[in-house]
C-alpha cells in the first residue's frame, strides 16, 4: 500500500517514498521470485488457483507524481499495479491532509488518469471525497461510493471492479454497499498478509515506508514479525467506530 511516490518530511512522511526508494523496493521483491500485479489480477490469479509467489502493488490517492515517477518505476521492474483514485480530489489537491496537503503536491487530473490506465496500470476507486465511509449516514455513503464508481467508468470507459476504503475503514454495512454498486474486491489497511480463505472486500496490505529496504520489504511479506498488532487493531474497530461517530456530530472528523 504505496501513496506518494515522493520524499515528504513532518508526521505524514510515511505516506511518501522517494521514486529511487520505491525501485529498490521493487527489484528486491521481483528478485526474490515475487510477481508484481495489481490487486484484482492477484484475485483472478488466486482464484484461478495459482499457487505462484505474488504480491499486489497499490497506490491510493491519486497523486501526480505516481504518473512522473511511479510508473517508470513499475515499468522498470516489471511490475503491474493497481492505483486507487480519490475522484473528488482529481485536478485538484488532498484537502484531507490539511495543512499538509501541498508536501504532497497536485492529484492527476483525468487526462493524466486516462494516461496512467493507457500505460497498462489497474484504476481502482477510492471514493469521491475520502471521506471515513463507516461513520456516514445511509445516504452519505451510497453517494460517495456509487458516485465515484460511475464516474470512473464513465470518463474512463473501463470496468471498475477494485474498491480501496479511505483511511482504511469499513464495516459490514460499507462493504455491502461497495459490493453492490458494482466492485468485486476491496482493501483496507490491515498490515498482514492476506490469505486465499479471506473476503475480497477486506484485502489487508502492509504499508512500505521511505525508511524499508528493499530487503526489509522482502522480510515483512515474507511473514517477519507478529500479527498480534494488527487483530489488536482489528478488535478495537468497534469501539473506535463509535467515537468517530461522537466525533463527526460534535464537528470534527477523526480519522
Given amino acids: 500500500m504505496y501513496h506518494s511516490v515522493s520524499a515528504v518530511g513532518g508526521p505524514l512522511r510515511d505516506l511518501a517514498v522517494p521514486p529511487e526508494r520505491l525501485a529498490e523496493q521493487l527489484a528486491a ?8 500485479v495489481g490487486l484484482t489480477e492477484a484475485l483472478d490469479l488466486l482464484a ?3 499457487a505462484g509467489k505474488m504480491v499486489a502493488v497499490t497506490f491510493d490517492d491519486g497523486y501526480r507524481d505516481f504518473l512522473t515517477h511511479g510508473v517508470p518505476a ?5 511490475a503491474g499495479a493497481t492505483l486507487y483514485a480519490s475522484v473528488g ?16 503536491g497536485p492529484m492527476l487530473t483525468w487526462s493524466e488518469l486516462d494516461e496512467v490506465a493507457a ?3 489497474e484504476i481502482g476507486n477510492h471514493s469521491l471525497i475520502h471521506h471515513p465511509l463507516d461513520v456516514l449516514t445511509a445516504a ?11 464516474q470512473l467508468e464513465q470518463r474512463l470507459q473501463r470496468r471498475v471492479r477494485s474498491f480501496a476504503y479511505p483511511h482504511g475503514y469499513n464495516s459490514a454495512r460499507v462493504r455491502r454497499v461497495v459490493e453492490a454498486s458494482g466492485h468485486d474486491n476491496a482493501t483496507e489497511v490491515g498490515r ?14 502492509f504499508q512500505p515506508t521511505p525508511d524499508h529496504t ?3 520489504l522482502v522480510r515483512l511479506v515474507e511473514g517477519a514479525g507478529s500479527a498480534l498488532p494488527a487483530r489488536l487493531r482489528q478488535y478495537a474497530q468497534p469501539g473506535w467506530r463509535m467515537v468517530r461517530k461522537l466525533a463527526r456530530k460534535a464537528g470534527r472528523n477523526l480519522t
Fill in 29 to 36: 521483491l521481483s528478485g526474490a521470485g515475487y510477481r508484481l
Fill in 89 to 104: 480530489h482529481l485536478g485538484g489537491h488532498a484537502g484531507w491532509l490539511g495543512r499538509w496537503s501541498p508536501d504532497f
Fill in 119 to 121: 500505460a497498462g496500470i
Fill in 192 to 205: 498482514r498478509l492476506h490469505t486465499p480463505a479471506e473476503k475480497r472486500f477486506a484485502v489487508p496490505r
Fill in 140 to 150: 452519505q455513503l451510497r453517494a460517495e461510493v456509487v458516485s465515484s464508481h460511475d
Fill in 48 to 50: 484461478a488457483g495459482s
Fill in 74 to 78: 513499475l515499468r522498470q521492474a516489471g
Fill in 214 to 216: 528493499g530487503a526489509d
